[in-house]
């Protein structure tokens, strides 16, 4: 990647000492050390509900440590406030980000701290400082473009600019690729670069191994709120990080026997949809998914693959077409036909469409199977089946915390209600399962987990389409793979075929040989 | 631990601001230079004085149970109905007229009244859910707009030829006896309390059912998960749109029985009305104290009936009748921001630890 170290072994400019971050009982945080240097790029790994997130929010003032030190540039230092924090130089890009659309990106990056002339805001002086720090990092962010017409990686630029210009040193970056492009990525991977090369220090919180190998000096890993160690990137691989992160080795191949696709089990002819504004999404596609095989859909999101999807579990209707499940008619039907006729799916936001967050995990264990025996007897929901039904699949599929069978969904960490749904959808036995950006923003081992579940569902002869935005997770699960541009598929490829680049030409628009 | 469970109970901080909101009504009686003392003493007295002045408490608590079982139903299923002022409404016109007009036997006479009753604030409602889930019009818009249409339509129908009473005034013929509500005369002398019914009786009822229906059954999973998350319900296989008809449905015919149980248990006849009634409006304030809780409405409807009750009697100490809706409105608020109270105590508690 011909990344340049600017880390300044010399300087050390954030050290946490024996931070313990307790809430009741449960103890987030157990003894954690970190230590940060000028221009480094410093990972922090670990499990979903390991502690990061706890430790960064201790770091940026939003927590006050039970016990630890703080210290910054060498002086101990106490946070009341997140605005302590960013006073002294530390800011964070969370994953989520705070903008207001209708403002302009100028607005919003002054927005609080505006500077004034006399009673109004000056904004020409704050949109000069915006456009100076832009170009300074080579950002290339239109200080005048409304937060709406821009894009994802834009926005996450704008929020760097937001805590640069409030005059970090130190910035947080929150699971910053988590909903990026690969080309954004790259991008995000430069702008490191640039502000790192500049002095600054760059924490970032992420569990994708790939990334930090590429980006980052050192890594501290965190495993069950307990300080694992620190490591020196340079020296390490991704085998060993994820081994440490995990407490056990953990298989990145996913294994797979050779078997042939049997019968058409999906078949989607011509569909044409419109989105939201009318404008054609899908125009004229076709796929179709055997027995026995993943299919992995590639493209870049945009490109029609979400409406897909929702067409084909009955949310969204088209305007053409023909979808059949095994030979039967399925267009345009509802949810409830599409699941009947044997498409089970995970979908893609999994706090919307997957679960029912004040619902219990038990409760949600059962969402399209709650009329039915033996959870339901005339009318009445049968207490004790239900629960019985949640344990054994909490168990099965490793939901943690265990014994929180009645307790809402939305208090499980975002990996284990992800673990909730694919218990869920695995065992419904449909005869197609739909899996969309199945393994966002998990951890590797719950990664290696859902992947597992997924070729388990196609050597047990059911239909896969995989559908991600993670061109890696495509390229190891899929028997084929088939790239959606503009609405349309535009290339096929074998799975054991695949090459990354020749995806990238096709994903972008490119024609196949 | 326990103290910790006792800090986060809703009750205790229900229980708080029903006492703050006592406190500012003594504030305002004692401004207008009445001692708080010899009010809330007659107010006490009003309810708890004599056994007849209790069972007067239920008769009024009735209809209030009803209507704040109907918002606290909408509630729980995701909609808010603000229209049970005018189901209640339709509710209470129905079972007069039919308590009028229709020859049967007792009993049954009084429970096909009740049922149109039902039917009719079932129908009030579900007009509204139409509106929503066809057009897209909000609940809460249509609601308010219903509730005038109740209003007007009763009054209008107080004073045709069939219903209205001979002679002059501006009310109903009473209906007839087969269909009132009312306990045996014997019953009646024995509690020595012309006006105790069985609609307090049906108020406990339809709570238990209620509760059940939400807690235990298909149908409360389904409009409980529509009413949290329509796309997940939806995604699930759920017909969202069918469910919050259902549970409006379900609403309004709570609201309308609460409507026939004031005209069949005590009113006996309809009045024109000069401005809306209220009991609506109150069943928000009794499902609110309720916290939604059907159970619970059985208990904040008896609060709110002998609020009423016995605030009736404060004129007769020179208190204005009107403490009671301070003391009620300002209960509503620290409920309301009874989240801040509970973020200060859980603090306290902690420090102290």
Known sequence: MGRVSHMDESTVVIAMKD???????????????????????????????????????????????????????????????PKDAIDMGIGMVHQHFMLIQPFTVTDNIILGVEPTKGLTVDKKTAREKVLELSERYNMKIDPDAKIEDISVGMQQRVEILKVLYRGADVLILDEPTASLTPQEIEGLMEIIQNLTADGKSIILITHKLKEITASSDQCTIIRQGKYIDTVKVAEVNENDLAAMMVGRDVNFKVEKKEQEAGEVVLDVKGIRAKD????????????????????????????????????????????AGEVKILGKDVFNATPKQTFEAGISSIPADRQKHGLVLEFSNEDNMILQHFEEAPFAKKGFLDRKAIREHAAKLMEKFDVRPRGTE??????????????????????????????????????????????????????????????????????SLSDRIEVIFDGQITGSVAGKDADEKELGYLMAGGKQA | MKKRRILESSVLYTIIAIVIGFVIGALFLASAGISPAVAYGKLIDGVFGKP????????????????????????????FNIGAEGQFVVGAMAACACGIILKLPPVIHAIVCVLVAALAGFIWSYLVGILKVKRGIHEVLSFIMFNWIAFYLSNFLV??????????????????????????????KALNCNGANWGFILAIVAAIVMWIIIEKTTLGYKLKAVGFNKDAATFGGINADRSIL????????????????????????????????????????????????????????????????????????????????????CVIIFIAISSVFKEMFLKIGKKNQ
Request: proline letters at 2%.
């Open chain 1, 276 to 319: 939201y504004r009318g404008v054609e999404i899908l125009n004229g596609l076709n796929l179709q998914v055997r027995r026995g095989e993943i299919v992995g859909l590639a493209g870049v999101d945009g490109n029609g693959q979400t409406e897909l999807v929702e067409i084909l579990t009955g949310l969204r209707k088209a305007e």
């Open chain 2, 52 to 79: 007849k002045f209790m069972i007067w408490t239920l008769v009024y608590a009735s209809p209030l149970i009803f209507t704040g079982l109907s918002v606290a139903f909408s509630l729980r299923t995701g909609v």
């Open chain 2, 246 to 329: 259902t549970a409006l449905g379900i609403s309004g015919a709570l609201a309308g029985i609460g409507g026939a149980v004031q005209v069949l248990g005590m009113s006996g006849r309809i009045s024109q009305f000069a401005g809306q009634e209220g009991y609506g409006f109150e069943g928000i304030t009794v499902a609110l104290i309720a916290g939604s809780n059907p159970i619970g409405c059985i208990f904040s409807g008896i609060f709110y009936g002998a609020m009423k009750y016995g605030g009736s009697k404060l004129t007769m100490v020179g208190a204005p009748e009107e403490v009671i809706d301070i003391i009620m409105g």
């Open chain 1, 19 to 81: 931070i313990v971050k307790k809430f009741g009982d449960f103890t987030a945080n157990d003894h954690i050390n970190l230590t940060v240097h000028k221009g480094e790029v410093h990972a922090i790994l670990g499990e979903n509900g390991a502690g990061k997130s706890t430790l960064m929010n201790v770091l940026c003032g939003l927590y006050k440590p039970t016990s630890g030190q703080i210290q910054l540039n060498g002086k101990d230092v106490t946070f009341n406030s």
């Open chain 1, 406 to 475: 009645g307790a809402p969904s939305a208090t499980l960490s975002g990996g284990n209600q992800q673990k909730v749904i694919i218990a869920r959808e695995v065992t419904n036995d449909k005869d197609l399962l739909i899996a969309v950006n199945p393994t966002r923003g998990l951890d590797v081992g719950a990664i290696e987990f859902v992947h597992k579940y997924l070729v388990e569902q196609r050597n047990k002869n059911r239909a896969v389409l995989l559908v991600s935005f993670e061109l890696d997770e495509i390229m």
């Open chain 2, 159 to 188: 004073n045709t030829e069939t219903l209205h009473k001979e002679g002059s005034g501006e009310a109903t013929k009473n209906v007839l006896d087969s269909a009132r509500l009312l306990f045996p005369e014997g019953i009646l």
